[in-house]
């Protein structure tokens, strides 16, 4: 069974205060791994899609790095809009389903000005 | 290009009772998943529907809960009847052939 778990769970940064988000995973071959940004009263927004291990993308102050076993969510000096919980997901090979996301359960960042 | 629609955005009812949720998705999408959300989790999978037929229910309470796509479109949960712990979020997400999946704004349901 495909897992995920979400590191820290909350996170309080000051404005261009830089850090990163853990997500470690254990899947049954890694069809793709996630990052999703939810904010309060919507659904998840997709960010980020990598599929090997080296993987790199970048968006605005958001990069997103993947390992075998883990990957980051770096946020360069982020801004206040930055405040919003940080959803991983992983797709495996393994069972009947194709196109099945397993969440993690997400880090909630704010950002204080 | 329209996002996916879901309807109602909030619902309240009482255990014992019965709700259905609404769904569209992208258009063009043939792959159509609904996720319950329970406060301070991440999705989980309830269905996925691949057109009109049902790829994996494994997770669905087949007790309770049940959906249809009935044109291959748009798509339906049901829960009947309602227990305390089906209070969610639940979203519908949509994708091309698996690939990434875009969601919904979700319904917010309260069983009291």
């Known amino acids: 069974e495909d897992q995920v778990t979400q590191s820290p769970e909350a996170l309080r940064l000051q404005e261009g205060e830089s850090s990163s988000l853990n997500c470690s995973y254990t899947?049954?071959?890694?069809?793709?791994l996630f990052w999703y940004r939810q904010d309060p009263g919507k659904g998840p927004e997709f960010l980020f899609t990598?599929?090997?291990a080296g993987e790199e993308k970048e968006k605005e102050r958001l990069k997103a790095t993947l390992t075998k076993k883990e990957s980051f969510l770096h946020i360069t000096a982020p801004k206040p809009e930055d405040s919003a919980t940080y959803l991983c997901?992983?797709?495996?090979?393994?069972?009947?389903?194709?196109?099945?996301?397993?969440f993690g359960q997400g880090t909630i960042l704010t950002v204080h000005p | 290009e329209a996002g996916v629609a879901q309807s109602p955005r909030y619902k309240i009812i009482e255990k014992r009772q019965s709700v259905a949720f609404w769904c569209n998705p992208i258009?063009?999408?043939?792959?159509l998943y609904w996720y319950q959300q329970i406060l301070g989790q991440g999705p989980k999978l309830l269905i996925q529907?691949?057109?009109?037929?049902?790829?994996?229910d494994s997770q669905l309470p087949k007790d309770r809960f049940s959906a249809e796509r009935l044109k291959g479109v748009d798509s339906t949960l049901k829960i009947q009847p309602a227990k305390l712990e089906d209070s969610a979020v639940y979203l519908c997400?949509?994708?091309?052939?698996?690939?990434?999946?875009?969601f919904g704004p979700g319904t917010r349901l309260l069983v009291l």
């Open positions: 990598l599929y090997s």
């Open positions: 529907f691949q057109n009109n037929g049902v790829v994996d």
């Open positions: 899947v049954s071959g890694l069809r793709g």
């Open positions: 258009s063009g999408h043939a792959t």
């Open positions: 997400a949509s994708s091309t052939n698996q690939e990434t999946q875009y």
């Open positions: 997901a992983v797709r495996g090979l393994g069972g009947t389903s194709y196109g099945k996301l397993t």
